[in-house]
């Protein structure tokens, strides 16, 4: 059973920066069209890369949120695509015309690392080069005569949430975590967390990153995670199809405003639906791998079912994971299996990564988001590129076309990379 004294959390306002949409209108009738966000990558020349696409946000301008976007310009993408996404979701909330506490007012984030500076770092390492080996002194004269000491500070992934608490006088507890695909997530779990327990009325939550940087996608092919699809972009994220080769990286920002709900009542504030559930857990097991029986995601979508007073059958619509790899759709198939019994098979299961790509740290907040307008609007976004069922993959996956449905309850699942695994569970609010 549910504590029914605890403190409740309600959603408020809510923003996105994506590679479908800078807005969350834009976003959401984007999913509800299978529209992909995918396609070449611009941000460098990857003429030469196993993988030479990805999922970017496209026509963003810091400028359109904010009056003076110069103060943010030694920061990365994953800062302007963070104040965005914050921004839309202060004004959707109306907190700049209610008045609150600013130390009940508090960051929570599940943000990435700021931008990386490739091209200037390896001409570095190529310049203190001697005789085969990285000459160590000389790297670091040039990298105190050439590196800027501000863009640097700005490559820390806590700085998108300290950057917000200045925006908005959030006084309140100030936090990031950086879980990998799970971040968001976490982020909005634990807000919730601080919430019920009364360190907080109000919470800015969410994630942003961008990793579509030679040394992301570096690092993402030699994981062989991604898909080499180069003659068709945007069917190469095809979440649990049989020819699915691996994930389309991605970048933006999803922000939610969480909100006591007494707080929110009495200032009259529109509530999008409510923090039922959260569950997290580990998979302990290794570094690169997830666990092969899904004993992780098991347990904490078990976990936030717990938490939310709920059965399995009682979940409409799974917002899954689903990366497009080979090892997780199947794990995670497997996981909503066990976790939801046989009403599992009845359950609508999509994977907006289809769409939109993998937005890595940035991900889970958005799909939460979409949970929201999904319980809202009555429609579930499909899985597009779904052609060839794979025997492991036997659930309904929502293929390729959006599909009108009633939602009271969705469960949202995010699995790290290192075995970190969330799940939420967004509600209708009924009062």
Not at 136 to 148: C, I, N, Q
Not at 267 to 291: F, L, M, P
Not at 394 to 402: C, R
Request: hydrophobic share 40%.
């Amino acid at each position: 059973m549910v504590d029914t004294t605890r403190r409740r959390v309600v959603v408020t306002g809510i923003g996105c920066v994506t590679p479908v949409g800078n807005d969350v209108p834009t976003m959401w009738n984007s999913l509800q069209q299978a529209s992909s966000g995918i396609g070449p990558i611009t941000y460098f020349d990857a003429t030469n890369f196993p993988t030479r696409f990805a999922a970017e946000v496209k026509g963003f301008a810091l400028g359109s949120h904010i009056e003076n976007p110069e103060r943010f310009q030694y920061a990365g993408r994953n800062v302007h695509f963070a104040i965005g996404a914050a921004c839309q979701a202060i004004q959707d909330s109306s907190l700049t015309d209610s008045r609150f506490d600013p130390a009940r007012f508090g960051v929570y984030l599940g943000a990435g690392e700021g931008q990386q500076d490739f091209m200037l770092f390896m001409g570095m390492v190529a310049e203190a080069r001697r005789n085969g080996e990285l000459d160590l002194e000389e790297f670091t004269r040039l990298g105190m005569e050439r590196l800027d000491p501000q863009t640097e500070l700005e490559q820390e992934p806590n700085m998108a949430a300290g950057h917000l608490a200045s925006l908005f006088n959030a006084q309140g507890p100030n936090l990031n975590c950086l879980t990998a695909c799970a971040a968001s997530s976490q982020a909005i779990g634990e807000a919730a967390e601080l919430i019920r327990r009364g360190d907080a009325d109000l919470m800015l939550s969410g994630g942003a990153h961008s990793m579509i940087h030679p040394f992301g996608v570096t690092g993402f092919n030699l994981l062989t995670a991604l898909s080499t699809h180069n003659e068709d972009p945007q069917g190469a994220s095809r979440p649990f199809d049989r020819n699915r080769d691996g994930f389309v990286l991605g970048e933006g920002a999803g922000m939610l405003i969480l909100e006591e709900l007494d707080h929110a009542l009495k200032r009259g504030a529109q509530i999008y639906g409510e923090i039922a559930g959260y569950g997290s857990s580990a998979d302990a097991y290794r570094i690169t791998d997830i666990h092969p029986e899904g004993r992780g995601a098991v347990t904490c979508i078990r976990m936030a079912l717990k938490d939310a007073g709920l059965n399995g059958d009682e979940i409409g619509y799974v917002n899954a994971h689903g990366t497009s790899t080979s090892v997780n759709d199947r794990v995670e198939t497997m996981a909503i299996r066990q976790s939801l019994g046989e009403s599992a098979f009845k359950t609508p299961v999509s994977s907006i990564k289809s769409m939109m790509g993998h937005l890595i740290a940035a991900a889970g907040s958005v799909e939460a988001i979409t949970c929201l307008l999904a319980i809202r609007d009555g429609i579930l976004p499909p899985t597009i590129n779904y052609e060839t069922p794979d025997p492991d993959c036997n659930l309904d996956y929502v293929p390729n076309e959006a599909r009108d449905q009633k939602v009271d309850y969705a469960l949202s699942n995010s699995f790290g990379f290192g075995g970190q695994n969330i799940s939420l569970i967004l509600s209708r609010y009924t009062g």
